[in-house]
C-alpha cells in the first residue's frame, strides 16, 4: 500500500504509551525530499509522532511504513537528533566519539571502525562545522555545539530520513545560523527531514511543509497555506499571539530559553 | 628510599593473596565502577549489595565459607533482575530499591542468627576477612570479578551509549533491556567478589569511590577506568600494609578492609580538594559570571 515516493504513510494511525493514544486518527503521507516542521502546544504529540516514526512508541492501530517498509527495517536508515536535555552534557567524552556512537550499531561489539566510518564520522562534523572542535570534551562545548554534535552523530548513518526533536530550543544566534545551513544543505542532498519545532520562522526558513498536531492531525500542507491563523489558532486552541499578518505560538513553558525567539 | 616497609608483609602468603584479592577487585571496580557512576546507579547498586547478604548468609549456613559464593551469586543475580525490571518503571522505583535492600538485610540477619556464635559469623559476613581469603576462594573471586568485566567489556559500546543518551540509544536499534540487565548482573558479580574480601558493607565502597575519585581527575573516558583502577589499588596495598604494621608493631588488629575503605575515602577528599583548587585558580574568570548568572 506504500508507495515508492513516500518517506512516510500513516493511514488512520494511533499511538500509545499503553494507556489511551497519545496521538490518534492521524492520516498523511511525507514524500520523500520534503522537509516538515511539526507544530503543536507542549504534549500534543510532536515528540510521540517522532518516536512513532522510530518505532519506539506503539502502534495502536491504523497502519504506519517509514521509507518502505515497518520503522524497525527503516531504523539503519533514519538518524534521529535527541532532545538536548535528554543526555548527559558532561558526559566524559570526546566530541568526536559522541559521533562516533552513531556508527556503533553498524560496528557491532567487537569491530575497530574502520576507515570508511572515520570518513563518515569527519565528513559529518565538517557538514555541521565543528571539525575544529573535534577533539574537545563534549562537556566543554557550549550548547548550541553539543546539539550541532547530536546532529553531526545522526548523519553518520547517512540518513534517508533525518528526524529531529526541538533542534533549535536554547540556541544563540550563530548555532541557529549554523544549523539551519547544515539543514538547508541536507535538503539539497534530497535528505527528507521531519522537526518539531514551537518555532514558525523555522519553518518558513527550512520546511517546505507544515503538520499542525493536537493530540490529531489538524492540517498538513505548504507552509504559508498552512500556517493561516485560523488554523494556527485551531491548534493552540487560541492561546496565540497575532503579530501583523503571522501567528507567534507560546514558546515551551518546559524549557525557560527566552533567546531563542527574537 | 627503602621500600622494604610497604613490599616485607607480602612475603607471607596470606598477605600475598590479600594484595592478589584486592588488586583483582580494584581492576573490576574501575570498569564496572565506571558505568555505576555515569548513570547514576549509586542507590540501585546499594540495593544490590544488601539484597547479596541474604545470599552470603544462607550460602554460608548451608555450606560454610565455601557456600558463601553459590549463595551470593543466586541472589544477585535474582536480585539484578527485579532491580532492572523495577528501575525501569521510573516513577517509585526509589522506594521500590529501599524496600529490596531492607527487607534482604534483615532477612539475612534473621537466618545468620539462628547461627551459634553469631556475633563472629556476622562480623565476616558484614566487614569481610580478605587476610583469610583461601587459595580455592581467591580462584572464585578472580573468576566471578573477569566475568563482571566481561560482561561490561564486551559490551562496552551499548553501555557507554547508554549511559550518555538512552533516547538516542533507543532510536539506534538497540534494547535497553538486556544492556540493563547485563549491566546489572555485573554489579552484582562485582559485589559479590568484593563482598568476601571487604565484606557485604564495605564493598559499597569499592563500587562507587574509584569512579568518583576518576571522574574529578579526567573528563576523558580512556583515562577513567585506569585512574579508578590505580586509586582502588593503591588504597588496597596501602590499607593491607597498614594493617600488617599495625598488628605486628603495636598489636591491634584493625579490620584490613575497613583501612581499605578509609584510605580510599581519604584519596576522594584529597583529590576533591585538589579539583577545588584546581578549578578556582585555573578558570576563576569563567566560572564567576556562570556562578552569579546561573542562579
Known amino acids: 500500500m506504500s508507495t515508492a515516493s513516500a518517506a512516510i504513510e500513516l493511514k488512520n494511525a494511533s499511538f500509545s504509551y499503553g494507556g489511551a493514544p497519545q496521538l490518534s486518527d492521524v492520516t498523511v503521507t511525507i514524500k520523500k525530499g520534503d522537509a516538515v516542521a511539526l507544530i503543536g502546544p507542549n504534549g500534543s504529540g510532536k515528540s510521540t509522532f517522532l518516536k512513532g516514526v522510530l518505532g519506539l512508541v506503539d502502534l495502536a492501530g491504523g497502519h504506519l511504513s517509514v521509507l518502505g517498509g515497518s520503522p524497525r527495517d527503516a531504523l539503519s536508515r533514519v538518524g534521529y537528533l535527541s532532545q538536548l536535555t535528554e543526555v548527559d552534557r558532561e558526559f566524559p567524552v570526546s566530541l568526536r566519539q559522541v559521533v562516533m556512537m552513531g556508527r556503533y550499531r553498524s560496528l557491532g561489539l567487537m569491530r575497530w571502525p574502520s576507515r570508511r566510518d572515520k570518513k563518515l564520522v569527519a565528513d559529518a562534523l565538517d557538514k555541521v562545522g565543528l571539525t575544529e572542535q573535534a577533539e574537545k570534551p563534549f562537556g566543554e562545548l557550549s550548547g548550541g555545539q553539543q546539539q550541532r554534535g547530536l546532529l553531526a552523530r545522526a548523519l553518520t548513518v547517512e540518513p534517508q530520513l533525518l528526524l529531529l526533536d526541538e533542534p533549535f530550543n536554547g540556541l544563540d544566534q550563530a548555532n541557529r545560523t549554523a544549523l539551519l545551513q547544515t539543514l538547508n544543505m541536507l535538503r539539497t542532498e534530497g535528505v527528507t527531514i521531519v522537526t518539531s519545532t514551537h518555532d514558525l520562522q523555522l519553518a518558513r526558513d527550512v520546511c517546505n511543509r507544515v503538520m499542525l498536531l493536537n493530540h490529531t492531525l489538524i492540517a498538513y500542507g505548504p507552509v504559508e497555506e498552512t500556517l493561516r491563523i485560523s488554523l494556527v489558532e485551531k491548534t493552540f486552541e487560541h492561546s496565540i ?21 527574537e | ?281 585555573i578558570v576563576p574568570r569563567r566560572a564567576l559570571p556562570q556562578l552569579s548568572g546561573g542562579a
Not at chain 2, 580455592?136 to 553501555?159: E, K, N
Not at chain 2, 600488617?244 to 584493625?254: E, I, M, Q, R
Open chain 2, 1 to 281: 628510599m627503602d621500600l622494604s616497609f610497604f613490599t616485607d608483609p607480602f612475603v607471607y602468603p596470606f598477605m600475598s593473596r590479600a594484595l592478589i584479592t584486592v588488586l583483582v577487585l580494584a581492576v573490576a571496580s574501575g570498569v564496572v565502577g565506571l558505568f555505576i557512576n555515569l548513570r547514576n546507579l549509586e542507590f540501585i547498586s546499594d540495593g544490590l549489595v544488601h539484597a547479596v547478604f541474604p545470599g552470603l548468609v544462607v550460602g554460608f549456613v548451608i555450606s560454610g565459607t565455601d557456600g558463601l559464593l553459590p549463595g551470593a551469586l543466586i541472589a544477585g543475580v535474582i536480585a539484578a533482575v527485579i532491580l532492572t525490571v523495577v528501575s525501569r518503571r521510573g516513577v517509585g522505583s526509589d522506594a521500590a530499591i529501599a524496600v529490596v535492600l531492607a527487607g534482604s538485610f534483615s532477612l539475612g540477619i534473621v537466618i545468620v542468627s539462628r547461627e551459634t556464635n553469631y556475633v563472629s559469623q556476622l562480623e565476616q559476613l558484614l566487614f569481610g576477612g580478605v587476610l583469610t581469603v583461601t587459595e580455592s576462594q581467591l580462584w572464585q573471586i578472580i573468576v566471578v570479578g573477569a566475568l563482571a568485566v566481561l560482561m561490561v567489556g564486551l559490551t562496552w559500546r551499548r553501555q557507554l551509549y547508554l549511559s550518555f543518551d538512552p533516547s538516542g540509544f533507543r532510536a539506534s536499534g538497540y534494547r535497553t533491556l538486556p544492556t540493563e540487565l547485563l549491566f546489572n548482573c555485573a554489579i552484582a558479580f562485582l559485589v559479590v567478589a568484593g563482598s568476601q574480601a571487604l565484606g557485604n558493607l564495605l564493598v559499597l565502597a569499592l563500587l562507587i569511590v574509584p569512579a568518583a575519585i576518576a571522574r574529578l581527575v579526567s573528563k576523558r573516558i580512556g583515562w577513567l577506568v585506569p585512574i579508578a583502577t590505580i586509586a582502588a589499588a593503591l588504597s588496597g596495598w596501602l590499607g593491607l600494609v597498614t594493617s600488617f604494621h599495625t598488628s605486628v608493631s603495636a598489636g591491634l588488629t584493625p579490620s584490613p578492609g575497613s583501612l581499605i575503605v578509609i584510605i580510599l575515602i581519604a584519596l576522594y577528599a584529597l583529590t576533591l580538594l585538589a579539583h577545588i583548587v584546581v578549578s578556582r585558580l
Open chain 1, 241 to 261: 499571539a497575532h503579530v501583523g499578518n503571522h501567528a507567534v505560538v507560546p514558546a515551551a513553558h518546559e524549557h525557560d530559553h527566552d533567546h531563542d525567539h
